[in-house]
C-alpha cells in the first residue's frame, strides 16, 4: 500500500521531468525518433497542414527542414511567465529512414512582448536558449519554470508531428 501511495505521489514530477530537449552547443535542441512507416510525400502534406509557414515543406533527399510562421502553441499558460505565453515559432528538419523518421527542432523563439519606456519600444524576441541555458555550464536549468515550459513545448511539438493517417478511406 505504502509503495502505491509513493508512486502516485511521484507520478507527476516523472511525467515532468520526460521530455526530449537536450543543451547543444548552447542551444536548446528538441529531438524525438518516431517508430513509424511513413511515406515522406504523405508525410509532407501532414508537416504542411499542421504547421504555418511561409513556404511549404518539400522533399530533399531524405529530409526536409523548415522555419514556422508564429504559431500560438501553449496551451496551459496560467503556469508560465508572460514572455512565453506568446506565439511560437521554430526551426525544424526531419530525418526519414526505413520505419521511423527522426524531428530535430531549433531556435525556438516567443514573440516579443512590445514595451515602452521614456518614448523607447523593445519588442525583442525572446529566445528560450536564453532562457533555458545555464551560462556558466552550458547545461538546461532545472527549476520549475524550465521544467513547465519543457513540458508543455514537448506535448505540442510530440503532437505536431506525429503522423496521424486520413481518415477518409
Keep these: 500500500m505504502n509503495k502505491i501511495i509513493i508512486f502516485l505521489f511521484l507520478f507527476p514530477f516523472i511525467l515532468i521531468a ?22 515522406a510525400t504523405d508525410y509532407l502534406k501532414h508537416l504542411n497542414i499542421s504547421i504555418s509557414q511561409e513556404n511549404p515543406a518539400i522533399l530533399v533527399n531524405d ?23 506568446q506565439p511560437v515559432k521554430f526551426d525544424y528538419r526531419v530525418d526519414f529512414k526505413e520505419e521511423k523518421y527522426r524531428v530535430t527542432i531549433r ?5 516579443g512582448i512590445s514595451i515602452t519606456l521614456y518614448g ?29 515550459i519543457q513540458y508543455q513545448l514537448n506535448s505540442v ?11 477518409g478511406w
Aim: aromatic share 14%; no cysteine; charged share 25%.
Design 18 to 39: 520526460q521530455n526530449n530537449f537536450a543543451a547543444v552547443d548552447s542551444n536548446v535542441v528538441w529531438e524525438q525518433v518516431f517508430n513509424d512507416s511513413v511515406v
Design 63 to 85: 529530409y526536409t527542414s523548415g522555419q514556422s510562421t508564429y504559431m500560438d502553441l501553449i496551451e496551459d499558460k496560467s503556469s508560465l511567465s508572460a514572455f512565453f505565453r
Design 107 to 111: 531556435n525556438i523563439t516567443f514573440k
Design 120 to 148: 523607447v519600444t523593445d519588442d525583442t524576441d525572446t529566445y528560450l536558449d536564453n532562457s533555458l541555458i545555464r551560462n556558466r555550464d552550458g547545461e538546461l536549468r532545472k527549476n520549475k519554470m524550465s521544467q513547465r
Design 157 to 167: 511539438f510530440t503532437k505536431i508531428f506525429t503522423y496521424k493517417t486520413p481518415d
